[in-house]
């Protein structure tokens, strides 16, 4: 007999058990669901609502539970329907009678948001150290590639050079962002609701911030309807996680044109490479483009939960139920693309003579002659229009500005002289861009020092 059967007078239907089930997937919550019973089970005894003995059989008969299911003894039915249902039925058949009190001043509503809320503090900080690992390769490859000159590009086409070390660090600034975000929302969502019963609370003397410090929790949830309502929580964390998945993916594209033959920027280590089945000449960057397809999966996710949530009135609706399945598969995907990511990127070799080869090509030093000019006094739109002649003049003889003879210059323009062409030399544009944030090796060693400085503070806080 299910336990909230009192009130019904026919057997529920096979295929309605089967479809109001949620345990196939809220299993993985059983942790969370006993931990968060031991607290309540703890309270109530503590207040005197149920008798102390009943509260330390309730505790012992869960940590049992906890334990077997630890051991895989434990086999969850069907007819129980969720997490919740079946820890309280196998409690039961244990310890009898004194097990149904542990439901005594809250409902499964309130019960199954603290139990999200638990698993997502434990989950969110794996995710960040996960990131974490990810800078750390980030770091090691700008410290290989502070000289490593390469056209950085707008609109896909070559437009100033820049340092592999310089791009490597636009990413961990992008990962860096990533990490506050999902520091923001673990602290807005480190309140427990568990006390907000169905909805309106209960007219026990319970002790809600008893069960928030035994639980972890910083604060309770400040009204009963919102703590069994809101979600939240759950679209903040699917939000940021589809940001992160969004660069993880920028990155798997470029990386994608990097290792082609039309770039050969780099080349990815065979382990995380694959071949053709018909094309015995093919290495394929499955890893990166897994990643990011992987990220259209996470982004679903997100919306799935926008859409559950878009139309419920309060407080608490079945549609509900539908928040675990994409939540953990964000959790899930997440945790599976940035290992793989971290060891894939780790293991590339970049090919800094092809890298230079591409930058000496295209014009990307035309600025810094525009620059050039404007030193020596011109104004900067005079000095555009002078080297766009300059541009257009080589592109129809086949030149580039580095092999044009000093007469050509002093054609169009009488301010150059002989000390134009150690302005173009690409690693002179690029050491001389020092502004801050800039891909001057002087200043990317510290930008390269604030990430190392972010990382390890977040390491020695997780020590």
Known sequence: MKLWAGRFQKETDTLVNDFNSSILFDARLYKEDITGSIAHAKMLGRQGIIDPGESAAIVEGLRAILEDIDGDKVEFSLESEDIHMNVERLLTERIGTTGKRLHTARSRNDQV?????????????????????????????????????????????????????????????????????????????????????????????????????????????????????????????????????????????????WCSWEFRYAELDDAYSTGSSI???????????????????????????????????????????????????????????????????????????????????GFINATDCADYLVKKGMAFRDAYMIVGRLVSSCIKMGETLETLTLKDFRAVCDKFDADIYDALMLKTCVNERKSEGGPSAEQVIKQMAYIQQFVDERMSANV
């Open 113 to 257: 948001a603290v139990d999200i809320r638990l698993y997502m503090k434990r989950e969110i900080p794996e995710i960040i150290n996960l990131i974490l690992d990810l800078e750390k390769v980030l770091l090691k490859k700008a410290e290989g590639n502070l000289d490593t000159v390469m056209p950085g590009y707008t609109h896909l086409q070559r437009a100033q050079p820049t340092t592999f070390a310089h791009y490597m660090m636009a990413y961990a600034n992008m990962l860096r962002r990533d990490v506050l975000r999902l520091e923001d929302c673990l602290e807005r969502m480190d309140e427990l609701p568990l006390g907000s019963g169905a909805l309106a609370g209960t007219t026990y003397n319970i002790d809600r911030r008893y069960v928030a410090e035994e639980l972890g929790f910083k604060r309770i949830t400040q009204n009963s309807i919102d703590g069994v309502s809101d979600r939240d929580f759950a679209i903040e964390f699917a939000s940021a996680c589809s940001i992160l998945m969004m660069h993880l993916s920028r990155f798997s594209e470029e990386i994608i044109m």
């Open 279 to 361: 094309m015995p000449q093919k290495k394929n960057p499955d890893v990166a483009e897994l990643v990011r397809g992987k990220t259209g999966r996470v982004y679903g996710d997100l919306v799935t939960l926008l859409t559950v949530m878009k139309a419920l009135p309060l407080a608490y609706n079945k549609d509900m139920q539908e928040d675990k399945e994409p939540l953990f598969d964000i959790i899930d995907t997440v945790k599976l693309c940035l290992p793989v990511f971290a060891a894939m990127l780790d293991t590339l070799t970049v090919k800094p003579k092809n890298m230079a080869n591409a930058a000496s090509a």
